[in-house]
């Protein structure tokens, strides 16, 4: 079964451009978490899909935005990239029922570096 | 300060002995959870918890709900579990708080 799956794996951009990270979830699963991890900062949560929906977000500007496909994959969005915006994001899948179930199951990520 | 706080911060230990890695939390919420992040940044999710204690192989994660308050312990510990290990709780919205993580080194 392949597992949760992130692209690109590398993303270089310029200040001020637009970044786009596509995640792919385990089969089966609807949640579709997304996280940033900066260098020497610990991991900090930043969006949760479910079924098409946003149904979370974390403290993040506007600017930080995805979206859900039918398919349950999910593509993040970085507008108006910042030097800061450099990072790990991480992309992670559940299934859901209305509550936790299970484990999370986590892509390895997109480095994503701004200059 | 931090919703989810861990210590140590860092720890080395001899390969064999026991690892003891404590994490606190301060806000509501409805699973703790334990992440393993080895270098590069890849995360295995370790363990679930809403209470009590799970087991899988030499790591025993378990969550005391009065106090706040969860361990993860490895038993006979091995070089290959050095990486950085994470405890996070999550709310009834999925929304996590993370803490800053464990950095274990393990020598031979």
């Known amino acids: 079964e392949a597992g949760v799956t992130q692209s690109p794996t590398h993303l270089i951009k310029t200040r001020g451009q637009q970044a786009t990270l596509r995640c792919s979830p385990i089969?089966?699963?609807?949640?579709v978490y997304w996280y940033q991890q900066a260098l020497g900062l610990g991991l900090q949560f930043l969006l949760w899909?479910?079924?098409?929906?946003?149904?979370n977000r974390g403290n993040f500007p506007p600017r930080f935005s995805g979206r859900q496909f039918p398919n349950y994959s999910s593509e993040l969005n970085v507008n108006a990239l910042e030097l800061e915006d450099s990072a790990l994001y991480l992309c992670?899948?559940?299934?859901?029922?209305?509550?936790?179930?299970?484990?999370?199951?986590f892509g390895s990520g997109t480095r994503l570096t701004v200059v | 300060k931090n919703e989810v706080e861990q210590s140590p911060q860092n720890l080395t230990a001899q390969e064999g002995e026991f690892i003891t890695i404590n994490c606190s939390y301060s806000?509501?919420?409805?699973?703790l959870h334990w992440l393993q992040q080895h270098p590069g940044g890849g995360i295995v999710s370790l363990f679930m918890?809403?209470?009590g204690k799970k087991k899988h192989g030499r790591l025993i994660a378990t969550i005391n709900i009065q106090e706040k308050h969860s361990s993860l312990h490895i038993t006979a510990s091995h070089p290959r579990d050095s990486a950085v290990y994470i405890c996070?709780?999550?709310?009834?919205?999925?929304?996590?708080?993370f803490g800053t993580g464990t950095s274990l080194t393990v020598i031979p």
């Open positions: 089969s089966g699963h609807t949640s």
């Open positions: 992670a899948s559940s299934p859901w029922t209305g509550g936790p179930v299970g484990g999370y199951t």
């Open positions: 996070a709780g999550a709310n009834t919205g999925n929304q996590f708080y």
């Open positions: 918890l809403s209470s």
């Open positions: 899909y479910d079924e098409g929906e946003e149904r």
């Open positions: 806000v509501g919420i409805s699973a």
